[in-house]
Every structure is written in C-alpha cells, then in structure tokens.
C-alpha cells in the first residue's frame, strides 16, 4: 500500500505563492506518473500539473506560467508544486496522485484557502 502524504497548504493572499509536498512512502520513480489534482467545493475533482517517469511535465492551462511541478528521488521521495500568482479562484483541496500501470493512489489533500 502506497502512502502519499500532502502538506504545504494554508492560507494565502491573492498574487502569493505557496509549495506544496507529496511524500512518498515508495520510490518515487517506481511510479509510471505522479500529479497534482485540485477540487473546490461544488466542483469536480480537476488536473493541475503532472510528470511521468520520464521527467515530462504537462499543466493545466489555467496554471500554465503560474506553477512548477518537480521531484526529489531517494531519500526525500517528495514531489512538489511549486506555486506563484496565486488568486482566490485557486481555492481549493489539492491532491496528491500517483500512478502504477492501472493503480491510482491518492494522497488525503491539502488545503489551499484565501484570506482577504
């Protein structure tokens, strides 16, 4: 069983920026893709940003020029999102994925709230 840990949420002001983690409790590189999803409250839950294996990243086009996602292999086992510019439309819980072949593991999320 995959554990995948999230922190890095909290609150924010609009154009701030904030890092998300993922821990992993397996190697990271053992995963055929690992991402970022987000959900607000009444929405579906949606892709951020992603990176397979190869180191290959795709975003989402609202987070496009705003985001980086990256990872540390072994020991940290950690993936980030790395995130900039941030505006209240991005509130949300964010999540935490990764991918073996058909298996999908999810983190528990983190919060991502704005304080006026």
């Known amino acids: 069983q995959v554990q995948l840990v999230e922190s890095g949420g909290g609150l924010v002001q609009p154009g701030g920026s904030l890092r998300l983690s993922c821990a992993s409790s397996?190697?990271?590189?053992?995963?055929?893709?690992m991402g970022w999803y987000r959900q607000a409250p009444g929405q579906q839950r949606e892709l951020v940003a992603s990176?397979?294996?190869?180191?290959?990243?795709?975003y989402a086009d609202f987070m496009k020029g705003r985001a980086t996602i990256y990872r540390e292999g072994t020991p940290k086992n950690t993936m980030y999102l790395q995130m900039n510019s941030l505006s209240p439309e991005d509130t949300a819980v964010y999540f935490c994925n990764a991918r073996i072949l058909r298996e999908n593991n999810w983190g528990q999320g983190t919060q991502v709230t704005f304080s006026s």
């Open positions: 397996r190697n990271i590189f053992d995963f055929n893709a």
């Open positions: 990176i397979n294996v190869g180191g290959v990243t795709n």
